[in-house]
């Protein structure tokens, strides 16, 4: 048994060796006519080929022997479920993060602080994705667009007619959620993946307009100069500016999961997740279909703008290159290794995928190839992904 | 007028092109019903291959024929074998997964792809060797269609013409359009489904490499990012003619091939790819079905 398997994996190593011989180990160079044969990466390859077979095998055996033994799959991500929902557990955890929260900036570098608003900005980013994708089941892969909706808004206006960044916060949202009626109202009669690639097509629309239209945008060389936000009048300094920008987006990460944990469990959330499970049993039930998809659209929308201004005002430029489908990706990748619908899983999520790379800068290199890699491996192995979101049931108990 | 047919050819030559990517979407969508995302990859991948082989075969001097014929062996071959690897590790073990998942996965194994190529290779734009000579019969009519549009549209039309036989006339054509229409039928009546899909990747893939071994050679450059775009516009001809549908296929890519030439052509070249977007967007609105495809009803 073992030594059939350790065969098969040697096979397949050696397969994957030949695959990947072209591109891995010959590497030319077509000006200096030189050929360079990198022998050592067909060993490694070989080697983490067979690594992972007996790894993936090992985790298939294990798997099914605890399903024949009728035991519990659903381990990981428990604990926290547990935490959440013993009341008194639940406080503790909050209040020892809202604490780690407000003290950040004043233990940790202004470098630091940067990065953390970097990844909150994804935090909810990530949470609006997931009510598209997590509750509604719409694959939209051009989110971005949404988000470069919001920054060029604010960049735009504020260049043109000097308007601050709170006048504009909620105007971006706004004009944010209105491009994703825009966009839901064509392919609202569209079937997942067909969704899917519209909306990676308006995705790339938005940018090649941004990037070609030079007298609207300024073109690929972007906007600069554009303000930071401001407190009551209030002038800050570069350091004082970053760290007030973290609170900032600390209290808009509040507010998104405030409203997204209150959304999920309304009407209109229900109605949502009707919709992800089975479209035609969700009109027979009476819900409007296109309503439903308009408002999850938008919505998305309207917090990926949000944060398109927090964006523009926190890097005080923008260009179109900070737009591209790689971006959609990424946050894609946060809704997914988080978990589908789940809040909890979104914010843990986004905080490994965009902190992980800035603290292992050695492997910052391979991020993207992570990035595809997890969507793969989440799908195959884990596809409720790291915390599963818990749907509402309700028991029935009998009176001892 | 002399315009009009140079941008005629040139539309006709992209089209072809198209075409190759768009027929391995179109096979892949007609049999298990997911559109393959990283099919735009193996296309790259293809033309990849072929530049390393080419390359070293130049450099070790053989002569120009027995160049162009193994690096399009050895961009068939490698692409194949990636089109069926990709298929065993992220979509066979979704086949019964909900839909969003194996099209979750297709994305990421396209920017897995991406990456993979972008780390082992280069970022830069690579020049490609010139496979293809300017033949001398060609000479008066060099300003309207050149040497290498020649050969695009001929392998083009043997290719296809090949394919239109092995699928009306070979017994695993036959398996393919059979698993094509009732998946469940095919297993009862014999037919082993797992074959049948990889043969329809390896096919796919395999024409993939073709299309990007001949673009190459025409735009003489390549990168890893060239997957990308290329994808989607084959994916766009694919939607216009009808997913699932052979002929649809070619004539979708045609049509879009034209149009893109026409309207860089006439109105403006820095919108290029709005165009075929927009395209896709107007043809999902109206005509989600495409040219040639059946509308279906779900059943419940």
Redesign the interface.
């Known amino acids: 048994m073992v030594l059939r398997e350790i065969k098969k994996g040697l096979l397949t190593s050696l ?2 060796v ?3 011989f ?3 180990v ?3 160079d ?2 200096e ?3 360079f044969w990198r022998w050592q ?1 067909a060993l490694y390859m070989a080697i983490g080929t067979f690594c992972v077979y007996l790894l993936v095998k090992y985790y298939r055996h294990r798997k099914e022997q605890q399903t024949d033994n009728g035991g519990n799959l659903e381990q990981t991500g428990s604990f926290i479920h547990r935490a959440l929902q013993n009341p008194l557990q639940r406080k503790i955890l909050i209040s020892v993060l809202a604490v780690i929260a407000l003290i950040f900036p004043h233990f940790f570098s202004t470098y630091q602080t940067n990065v953390m608003t970097t990844a909150l900005m994804y935090v909810v980013l990530g949470l609006g994705l997931n009510i598209v ?1 997590g509750l509604a ?1 719409l ?1 939209d ?1 051009g989110f971005v667009a949404f988000y470069a909706v919001g920054a060029y808004t604010y960049a735009l206006l504020n260049m043109h007619f000097g308007l601050g960044f709170w006048t504009v916060l909620p105007l971006g949202g706004l004009i944010a959620a209105t491009f994703g009626i825009l966009l839901g109202f ?2 609202l ?6 969704l ?3 909306t ?3 995705g ?2 938005i940018r ?2 941004l990037e ?1 239209w030079g007298e609207f945008s300024q073109g690929p060389s972007g906007i600069s100069n554009i303000s930071r936000p401001g407190f009551f009048g209030i002038e800050f300094g570069l350091e004082q500016s970053i760290v007030y920008t973290y609170y900032l987006m600390i209290l808009l990460v509040i507010v998104t999961i405030f409203v997204v944990n209150r959304l999920q469990d309304s009407r209109i959330g229900r109605a949502w997740i009707a919709l992800r499970e089975d479209e ?1 049993a969700c009109q027979a039930m009476g819900i409007d279909k296109r309503k439903t998809k308009l408002v999850a659209f938008s919505l998305g929308a309207f917090w990926a703008g949000i944060v398109g201004v927090m964006f523009a005002a926190k890097t005080t430029f923008i260009n179109p290159a900070s737009f591209t ?2 971006e959609s ?1 990424i946050i ?2 946060i809704v ?1 290794l988080g978990g589908m619908g789940s809040i909890v899983g979104v914010v843990i999520g986004a905080l490994i995928l965009i902190l992980m790379p800035e603290y292992l800068r050695a492997l910052s ?2 991020r ?2 992570a ?6 491996c989440m ?2 192995f884990r ?1 409720q992904g790291l915390i599963s979101n818990v749907r509402r049931t309700y028991k029935f108990e009998k009176k001892q | 007028m002399d315009y009009f047919i140079e941008l005629f050819f040139s539309g006709l030559t992209r089209g072809s092109i198209y075409a190759l990517i768009a027929l391995g979407y179109t096979m892949v969508y007609g049999i298990i019903g ?2 393959n995302f990283a099919h735009g990859e193996i296309y790259m ?1 293809g033309a ?2 072929a ?3 080419a ?2 075969l130049s ?1 070790y001097g053989l002569p120009l024929l027995a160049i162009a014929i193994i690096s399009g062996v ?1 961009a068939v071959v ?1 692409a194949s ?2 089109g069926y ?1 990709v298929e065993k ?2 979509y066979k ?2 086949r019964h ?9 297709a ?16 970022s830069d734009f ?2 490609f ?1 010139r496979l293809i000579p300017d033949f001398a019969f060609m000479e008066p009519i060099v300003q309207i269609i050149g040497s290498t549009d020649l050969v695009i549209l001929i392998t083009t039309v043997v290719v296809m013409v090949l394919l239109t036989l092995v699928i009306k006339f070979t017994k695993i054509g036959k398996a393919m359009r059979a698993t094509a229409q009732d998946r469940m039928m095919a297993t009862l009546v014999g037919i082993n489904v797992n074959n049948v899909i990889s043969a329809t990747f390896i096919v796919g893939s395999g024409l993939a490499a073709i299309g990007g071994l001949l673009i190459a050679s025409h735009i003489g450059q390549i990168n890893f990012y060239i997957g ?1 775009i290329a994808g ?1 516009k084959a ?2 001809a694919a ?1 216009l003619g009808g997913i699932g549908s052979i002929p649809g296929a070619v004539l979708g890519s045609l049509v879009l091939g034209l149009t893109e030439s026409f309207a860089t052509g006439y109105v403006s070249s ?2 290029e ?2 165009f075929a ?2 395209l ?2 107007l043809i ?2 109206f005509k ?1 079905s495409g040219l040639l495809g059946k509308a279906s009803n ?1 059943k ?1």
């Open positions: 397969w994957f030949f695959l990947t072209p591109i891995v010959i590497k030319v077509p000006i006519k030189t050929i990466n994708v089941g694959l892969l064509p392919v009669r569209l079937r997942g993946d067909y899917a690639i519209v990676l097509g308006f790339e629309i090649l307009i070609n035609i489908f790689l990706a894609l990748s997914v290199e391979y993207m190839l990035f595809g890699g997890i969507l793969v799908m195959i596809p | 997911l559109i991948i990849f291959t530049f390393i082989v390359t070293v450099i050895a490698w074998a990636y690897t590790i992220a073990p979704l997964a909900p839909r969003l998942s194996p099209l979750i996965s994305i990421g194994m396209s920017i897995f792809l991406q990456n993979y190529v972008l780390l082992a290779q280069t690579l020049p060797p990308f989607i994916f766009t939607v820095d919108y790819d709005v977007f927009s896709l967007v999902l609105i989600p779900q419940v």
